[in-house]
């Protein structure tokens, strides 16, 4: 998507906050050090901590927009507010499950015994 832009709305985003306009991105990142200018940083809950933790530095790269949960659209807000960026929330995001703990009903998960 180097040569190529999308806008939120071509990609079923809205932003939050009644900003007008769409807002053209060229790149999608989930480690913020891979944002360059023009990027929309995915901010998503994980299993040690929020990637709305590294909105800061996403939007020092130049992300142009964040996707994130409410949890996140929370931790970013002081660092949002003095941007120009875009913040679209998603309800909710779930997080992944950790790796020691298996998601329930998985084969490596204990099911109960019914006679």
């Known amino acids: 998507m180097a040569d190529r832009a999308a806008t939120l709305s071509a990609l079923?985003?809205?932003p939050a906050g009644g900003r007008g306009g769409d807002i053209a991105v060229t790149g999608l990142a989930v480690d913020s050090r891979q944002v360059r200018p023009g990027t929309?940083?995915?901010a998503l809950p994980g299993s040690r901590s929020h990637g709305a933790s590294f909105v800061p530095a996403a939007l020092a790269a130049g992300a142009t927009a964040i996707l994130t949960d409410a949890a996140g659209a929370a931790l970013a807000r002081e660092a949002l507010a003095g941007s120009g960026a875009a913040l679209s929330s998603w309800p909710r995001i779930p997080a992944r499950p950790s790796p020691a703990r298996p998601?329930?009903?998985s084969a490596a998960s204990p099911r109960p015994w019914s006679p």
Do not use: H
């Open 40 to 42: 929309l940083f995915a």
């Open 12 to 14: 079923g985003l809205t």
């Open 103 to 105: 998601p329930s009903g």
